[in-house]
């Protein structure tokens, strides 16, 4: 897939009923994006939270609660406790946070009765249509794991090949991307680069080529990597970057949307189902932009 438009008719196309269960959701930002979903057909809202605070902001956006399944909660704890169980028990396909704190949330999430616990790392992935690049583009982790270890590097690829294949991508290119292009000891990034590069080798790591340490020019710009005597399958090729930290994760996503004009979807991974975790920051569209990836990437959790 190169677009969002794609990603959603993908969705669209995908006959079986789909619903989002949306915690504390009386959020006239997060409710625009419920509007979208419904109007494109991507899935119904089941809406958890304070039943007059949500009909008031609904009102407010122009979104027809007709036929809406409304859960009253007003405790939010117990609201984002409500919405992750819908998803536990089979009512809805993903949950989405709606006016309530990240940590509360995940708390709900990761709840040993009720949650969405796995044995598997959570990780955000991010994909991006970036104007003028030939495919759509996936950064992990940016909002997550702050200075991911090599095993938790690991995890956090296979997080993203859970994306990745929802986009009909079989064998995702990966690029752990790093200041330079040549493994330093003194910089412990491409030592872990490195690694992975031979672990995808040995076959590892199953799905995916990875080729590193590459900077981010080589990973993205074959012209790049040519000018550099850089000969790998992954320059220039890179589906996935895989950052080193979180700070350059998180610099990068924003450069992107902020100076680079791209839209973004961003998806918890690491659940048994896909979690839409995103800021009060982000635009509509790119909430909207993060339903659609996220009920898509509930085919290949």
Do not use: W
């Not at 074959?222 to 992954?234: C, R």
């Amino acid at each position: 897939m190169k677009s969002f438009k794609e990603l959603q008719e993908k969705v669209v196309s995908m006959k079986e009923q789909r619903y989002i269960a949306v915690a504390v959701a009386q959020d006239e930002e997060v409710l625009k994006a419920i509007k979208g979903a419904k109007e494109l057909g991507l899935a119904e809202p089941i809406l958890i939270g304070d039943e007059k605070a949500i009909r008031e902001a609904a009102t407010n956006v122009g979104l027809s609660l007709d036929g809406v399944r409304i859960e009253h909660e007003t405790k939010l704890d117990l609201a984002a406790k409500k919405a992750v169980s819908l998803v536990s028990s089979g009512q809805a396909n993903i949950v989405m946070k709606g006016l309530i704190g990240t940590s509360p949330f995940l708390k709900a999430v990761l709840d040993k009765e009720v949650g969405l616990r796995t044995d598997k790392i959570l990780s955000h992935v991010a994909v991006f249509e970036i104007p003028g690049y030939d495919r759509l583009l996936v950064i992990t982790d940016a909002a997550m794991n702050i200075a991911p270890g090599l095993n938790d590097k690991v995890k956090i690829i296979n997080n993203a090949l859970v994306v990745t294949r929802s986009l009909g991508i079989e064998k995702a290119k990966v690029a752990p991307v790093c200041a330079v292009e040549t493994v330093n000891p003194d910089m412990p990034a491409t030592i872990d680069a490195a690694a992975l590069t031979l672990m995808s080798e040995r076959g590892q790591i199953e799905g995916a080529i990875i080729d590193g340490p590459l900077a981010l020019d080589n990973a993205i710009s074959l012209e790049a990597a040519k000018h550099k005597g850089i000969t790998s399958p992954v320059a220039g090729h890179a589906d996935i970057l895989l950052c080193p930290d979180i700070e350059a994760g998180n610099m990068t996503y924003k450069a992107l949307v902020y100076l680079g004009n791209a839209e973004v979807a961003g998806v918890i991974i690491g659940a048994k189902a896909p979690v839409v975790l995103t800021s009060r920051a982000d635009t509509y569209i790119s909430k909207l932009n993060s339903i659609a990836l996220s009920l898509l990437a509930c085919k290949t959790c």
